[in-house]
C-alpha cells in the first residue's frame, strides 16, 4: 500500500513537531524554531513554494540520523544534508531535494567568495563547517557555482544563517502543509 499525499505530509509534520525537533545542535534555538524562521524568512521574501519547503527542511537529516546534539564537539560531521536530501528524495521534486543537499556547500561556498560573510556564522557552524570541508578552494567553488541548484542553497543557506533568533515568534509547521503537499512528487 502506498502512502498518500496527507500520510508524506503527516508524517514530516510529525517529526518536526517531535522530541527530535527539541534538539539545539549548539545553537541558541531548538532544530524546530530554527526550521520555522528559516521558513518564515523565505516566505517573507516571496520565495516559490519549493525554496519554502527547502528552508522548512533544510535541516531535517538532524531529525533522521539518529546522532547526538553534540556531535560537532564530538569531531563527527553527521552528513546531515546528506542524510535529508536522501529522505526528500523519495517524495520532494528536486527543487526542494537539490538546495537541502547543497546548503552545507553553500555555506563553504560564501565563506570563500565574500569576505563578510564568515564573520556572520556562528560558533556552531564555525565548527560543523571544519567537519565539513572547511572553506572552498577556487577550483570546487567554480564548481559549486555551476550546479543546477546553487542558487536556491545560497538563498537557503541565507536564510539559515537569520534563522537562530531566540524567542522569535514565527507560524507553526502546520501553516506550510500547502507548500509540502505542493511540492511532492
Not at 528536486?94 to 553553500?106: F, I, K, S, W, Y
Not at 571544519?130 to 545560497?154: T, Y
Not at 537569520?162 to 503537499?181: H, W
Request: hydrophobic share 45%; charged share 25%.
Amino acid at each position: 500500500m502506498s502512502d498518500t499525499v496527507a500520510d508524506i505530509v503527516d508524517r514530516i509534520v510529525a517529526k518536526m513537531e517531535g522530541p527530535e525537533a527539541d534538539r539545539h545542535y549548539g545553537e541558541g534555538v531548538s532544530e524546530r524554531e530554527h526550521a520555522l524562521q528559516a521558513a518564515a524568512l523565505a516566505r517573507g521574501e516571496g520565495a516559490p513554494p519549493a525554496l519554502i519547503a527547502a528552508a522548512l527542511l533544510h535541516d531535517i537529516g538532524h531529525l533522521l540520523h539518529g546522532l547526538d546534539e553534540d556531535i560537532a564537539e564530538q569531531g563527527i560531521d553527521g552528513k546531515h544534508e546528506a542524510v535529508g536530501a536522501a529522505f526528500l528524495a523519495k517524495h520532494f521534486n528536486e527543487d526542494v531535494v537539490g538546495p537541502v543537499a547543497l546548503h552545507v556547500d553553500a555555506k563553504r561556498y560564501l565563506v570563500a567568495t565574500e569576505p563578510d560573510y564568515a564573520a556572520k556564522l556562528s560558533p556552531a557552524s564555525v565548527l560543523s563547517m571544519k567537519l565539513q570541508g572547511g572553506v572552498m578552494d577556487v577550483d570546487e567553488a567554480h564548481a559549486f557555482a555551476a550546479k543546477k541548484h546553487s542558487a536556491g542553497a545560497l538563498r537557503v543557506r541565507r536564510w539559515d544563517e537569520q534563522a537562530k533568533v531566540v524567542g522569535l515568534q514565527v507560524p507553526p509547521v502546520s501553516a506550510y502543509r500547502d507548500v509540502l503537499t505542493a511540492c511532492l512528487r
